[in-house]
C-alpha cells in the first residue's frame, strides 16, 4: 500500500527539517504533492523539470519535507526521516512555475499549438482534477487511462478538489496527475473549469 510506512508516524523532528532546502551543490525544485491520505511539501533534488523527473518513475531524494493529512484535520508538521519518494505513491502534484520549464509567450504558443485542448474532469479516488489537458490530434480523453510511458500527464487551469474542498493555492494552476490512479475522465464544459476556478480563488481568500 502507497506510503504506508507513514501510518507509523514520523521519526522525532530536527529543528530545521522544516525549513531545510536542497543540500549543498545540489539544485532543488520544491514540490507539493498528494498520496490517498496525506499531502507533502518539500523539496525535490532534482536536475531538469519536475514532470520529467517524475515520468523517470524513479525513486527521488527528498528533503525539508512537511507533511498533514490530506483532509486538512491538522496542520503541516516537519516529517524527519523521509528522505525519498517513489512517484508511483503521487496521485497528483502541484507544479508552480519555478517548476516549469522556461517559455516565452510565443514559445508556449506555439508548443500548444500542434495539440488540442479538453476540458475535463479526472476522478482519482478520492480526488477529482478539473481543468483542459492538451493532446495531440486524434487523441481522445479517454486515452490517458491506457498504458503509457508517460506516467503524469500535465492539466492546466486546474483545480484539486477533495469533495469540495479545493486543495491548489490559486496561483498554482498546473496539476501533474498520476495517470494509473485514474478512475474515470469525462469532458465537461469551459463553465464547468470556470466555475472550480473560482472555488479556488474563494478558499484562497479563506486561507489568507
Known sequence: MP?????????KPTP???????GPGKRGIPFDGLTEDWRLAGWMEIEGRLSDVLNRRESIPITGVRWAPVDG???MAPAAGLERIDPFDLIAVFAGADSLPSFTPAERAAHKLHKVPYDVALELTPFRVVGTVYLFPGSEPDRLMD???ELFVPVTDAVALLRDRALNEPEVDVVLVNRSYLRGISQVDRRTVEAARALLGAAGSERD
Open 3 to 11: 506510503f504506508d510506512f507513514l501510518r507509523r508516524g514520523p521519526k
Open 73 to 75: 484535520s491538522a496542520p
Open 147 to 149: 498504458r503509457s510511458t
Open 16 to 22: 530545521d527539517a522544516a525549513s531545510a532546502g536542497p
